[in-house]
Every structure is written in C-alpha cells, then in structure tokens.
C-alpha cells in the first residue's frame, strides 16, 4: 500500500513538474528600450506603449503564449540577450549584416525611411555631404542611423548619444546642427512641444534591411514562430489595426 501511494505520488509529481515546464515554456520574455517614441516608450503610467510593444503583444497571442516585457538602454540590448535576461528584442532593430552576426532576426515587420532634422530656419535643404561640410551632427549610438553618419560623413563632427532624446536635447540647444533618424521617430518629435523648434529637411534615405524581433541564434524555432506569427498577424488585419492606430500610411516592409 505504501509502495503504491509513493508510486502515486512520484507520478503526480512528475505531472505538476510536467505542467510547470510547460508553463515555463509558454512565457516569452521580451526586451525593448522604452525611449524611442512612437515605436516603444513609458507612458504617464510608467507603462510600455507603442508600435513595437503592440506588434510583440499581436504576435505572442497568435503563438499562444504570454509575453511579459523587460525595458534595457539600448546599447546594451544584443549583450542582455545573449546573457538570457530575455528571449526576443522587439525594439525597432534594424537587421544588419554585422548584426546577424551576433544573433539571428525574425522576417522583417516593418521599414521605414531615415532623415535629417534640423532648426526650423537653418537653411538646410541639402543633406549630402558636400552641402553639410563644417556642420556637426547627431545620431543615437549603436543604430544604423550613427552607421551611416559615420561612413558617409567622415571627417565631420559626429556626436553620438546614448539615448534619442539626448540626440533630441542637443538639437534644440544648439550643440549639433543637425540629426539624423529614423524618419517616422522625427515627425513624431517634431509634433511636440519639445520638438517644435525643427523640422525635416532635405530628402528621404533609406538604409538597412528592415526591422525584425532579434533572438538568440540557436532559438531558430523561436525565430520562425515569431516569423510566423507576424505573417498571421498582417494576413487577419491585425497588423493594419495596429499600424493605423500609429500612422496614416502602411509601413510594412515591402519585400
């Protein structure tokens, strides 16, 4: 009787210990900045809103799966990553060559175009690099915005900041004469009180291969749920709900 009360208790056991790895296995953690508006950001609440945090949240009910969210500064996204303090980036990150070196990305689920902004007044109409000879300029660190800067603008005064904000600080104080950003994250800027000193200027560049969830590079059955996921979301509409609540024009990737 003993014997078959420890028998019935080893496989109940093994049952609740079964049930808890499966609980385990259905909670995605994920990881973002908090700091680039419209895309991610603290709500008055304290509370992450935004583009990307909306498309994770579409993404994990179609993989069936509860998603809970861990706000990182930016320059230490990919490291966090791969330390395992979470399991996907929904960051708006750019997939790059030299970034799929380190991780492995989702299919993309959004693209947009890169642009300067300057002072309302600056004159600047031309953005090349013989018309913005002797200025000095501005980009978040770590994205594919400093990238560019730093190798179509050589020899300029490039300033690169940790956060976009301060990029945003130092443009309506005057220390650089221009940044460059993803353009959708300016003209939401711009629309502010604190971004009302600036305006868009000269014309569109686009870089990089789109934006994707980040994972770490053995999680490939991951990378394709998330894949997949996204391509459900788009096919039911849910994809243009979310794209609508944030801007009048689609911004999913083409290709």
Do not use: H
């Not at 175009?113 to 690099?129: E, H, L, Q, R, W």
């Amino acid at each position: 009787m003993r014997i078959a009360k420890s028998v019935a208790a080893a496989a109940l056991a093994l049952l609740a210990a079964g049930s808890l790895a499966t609980a385990q296995e259905k909670t995605v953690r994920i990881g973002t900045e908090g700091a680039y508006a419209p895309f991610n950001f603290f709500d008055s609440n304290n509370e992450l809103q935004g583009f990307d945090i909306d498309i994770a949240k579409a993404v994990c009910e179609k993989m069936k799966v509860t998603c809970t969210f861990v706000a990182q500064d930016w320059d230490g996204i990919i490291p966090a990553l791969q330390a395992g303090k979470y399991d996907a980036i929904f960051a708006s990150m750019s997939i790059t060559d030299e970034r799929k070196q380190v991780i492995d990305f989702s299919r993309p689920y959004y693209n947009t175009p890169s642009a300067f902004f300057a002072a309302k007044g600056s004159g600047i109409t031309d953005v090349s690099p013989e018309a913005l000879a002797g200025k000095t300029l501005g980009a978040q660190s770590s994205t594919i915005q400093a990238g560019y800067l730093e190798e179509t603008y050589k020899g300029f005064d490039l300033k690169l900041y940790p956060t976009q904000e301060e990029v945003n600080l130092d443009l309506t104080s005057g220390r650089i004469d221009a940044l460059f950003v993803d353009k959708l994250v300016g003209m939401d800027w711009v629309k502010t009180e604190a971004g009302a000193c600036c305006e868009v200027v000269g014309n569109d560049i686009p870089i990089g291969g789109g934006v994707g969830a980040g994972v770490r590079k053995e999680d490939t059955e991951l990378r394709d749920a998330i894949s997949k996921a996204i391509e459900e979301i788009k096919a039911d509409g849910t994809y243009d709900k979310i794209n609508a609540k944030y801007f009048n024009f689609s911004i999913w990737p083409a290709n």
